[in-house]
């Protein structure tokens, strides 16, 4: 089918507004991220590591724990959707440990 020629149609142009003060300043109350007391981090080898960082980390090691234990035993077989299960495993390890570092867990 050969493509039919413009006649003369702009295209129409991209119109930027300003937010108006109530969502700008709804937007910068929602972009508050730490209390007072500031991000809680680590002090690993000399330089100072966020907690979520080491929680991703943490998370990401268990995930591939699980699966070579998955792996090894032979579940790889058994167990369906492993991706899914091995992310949900290393999403529980992580925030077990997000918990346990910034003490709400016990």
Do not use: D
């Not at 990401?60 to 077989?77: D, P």
């Amino acid at each position: 089918m050969p493509l039919k020629p413009n006649h003369g149609r702009a295209c129409t142009p991209v119109v930027h507004r300003t937010p108006t003060l109530p969502a700008a300043l709804a937007l910068s109350l929602s972009l508050q991220g730490c209390t007072l007391r500031g991000a809680p981090s680590y002090e690993i080898f000399g330089a100072y590591f966020p907690l979520w960082l080491l929680s991703a980390v943490v998370g990401f090691v268990g995930a591939v724990i699980a699966h070579r234990i998955f792996v090894s035993t032979g579940w790889a077989q058994i167990v369906p959707f492993q991706l899914s299960v091995c992310v949900a495993i290393g999403l529980t390890v992580s925030v077990l440990f997000w918990l346990s570092g910034t003490g709400q867990l016990l």
